[in-house]
């Protein structure tokens, strides 16, 4: 089913290429009326995401147009292997033809990047969440895409989480000053997060309650240090590892014993992921 949040995403990237004039090249080289069947193809191993938002882009340029997804959104997907298989106006389709792939090749591409932290850490007590650097308008599809890969989701947006960080601190007065304003006023049960990055700061977000602590910017070793610190003080708080965390060093990370690891390579640091699409003939052939 397709939402109208799908379907403006995809009004959106379509005005953005169309401009209003439309596909100048298929209107000059492609006979009007012409019908067609082309199907998209993983030409890597991948995690597929973004087929909705594919199809919702075919069906703004031709209603009357089937777009059939073979491989469902969150599965994987064999490089040669067709996702998808659309019939429709042969001017539409190759009008949609790029911004259909660009969504999948984005959204997959992180859900892929998110599979691989996954299984680096696969055999760890340990969440690899995403954070909220994401591209503007796609926050939704990212974090649902982090979710197919097999990590999970932090904090939505700046409204469904307390989550005090460095410039908090500096505008409050400090850490307690920072906690004790946020649980005057949080509504009731939303927890509170700080970030820290030293010991001090770390005893005294303990000192004060916070529900979930943040281990801002810090090597394995330094890192390891301060989590058996914080156990010591309180054996139950939620350790989470930010800053600098990368496919490299994700595992050295997890074994530090935090309870979660936040990092913005799973939306920002994907590299795309390779799809194409191909037009074939009356005999269900490619055309080259």
Excluded at 162 to 168: E, G
Excluded at 177 to 201: F, L, Q, T
């Amino acid at each position: 089913m397709i939402d109208r949040n799908t379907t403006a995403l995809a009004r959106l990237a379509l005005a953005e290429d169309l401009a209003g004039f439309g596909d100048l090249t298929s209107a000059l080289t492609v006979p009007e009326g012409l019908r067609g069947v082309a199907e998209i193809e993983a030409r890597e191993d991948l995690v597929v995401c973004g087929l909705p938002l594919a199809a919702a882009v075919m069906g703004e340029l031709e209603p009357e147009s089937r777009f059939e997804a073979l491989i469902g959104d969150g599965r994987p997907a064999g490089r040669g292997e067709v996702v998808a298989r659309l019939s429709g106006s042969v001017q539409a389709i190759l009008g949609a033809e790029r911004t259909m792939l660009n969504f999948l090749s984005h959204l997959s591409g992180i859900a892929t990047q998110s599979r691989r932290f996954a299984k680096a850490v696969e055999d760890l007590d340990v969440s690899v969440v995403d954070t909220r650097k994401t591209t503007p308008g796609l926050r939704a599809w990212e974090k649902r895409a982090v979710v197919y890969g097999g990590c999970k989701n932090h904090r939505f947006g700046l409204f469904d989480m307390i989550l005090i960080k460095d410039n908090h601190l500096v505008a409050a007065g400090g850490v307690s000053a920072a906690i004790e304003c946020a649980k005057a006023g949080r509504p009731h049960s939303m927890k509170i997060e700080v970030e820290v990055e030293n010991a001090e700061d770390l005893e005294e977000a303990i000192a004060c309650g916070a529900d979930v602590i943040m281990l801002d910017n810090q090597d394995p070793e330094t890192l390891r240090d301060l989590v058996n610190f914080a156990r010591a003080l309180r054996s139950v708080v939620l350790l989470e590892a930010s800053g600098g965390v990368s496919i490299d060093n994700v595992r050295a990370v997890a074994e530090t014993g935090v309870d979660i690891i936040s990092t913005s390579a799973l939306t920002m640091g994907a590299p795309a992921a390779n799809l194409s699409l191909t037009l074939l003939d009356g005999a269900g052939k490619q055309n080259r």
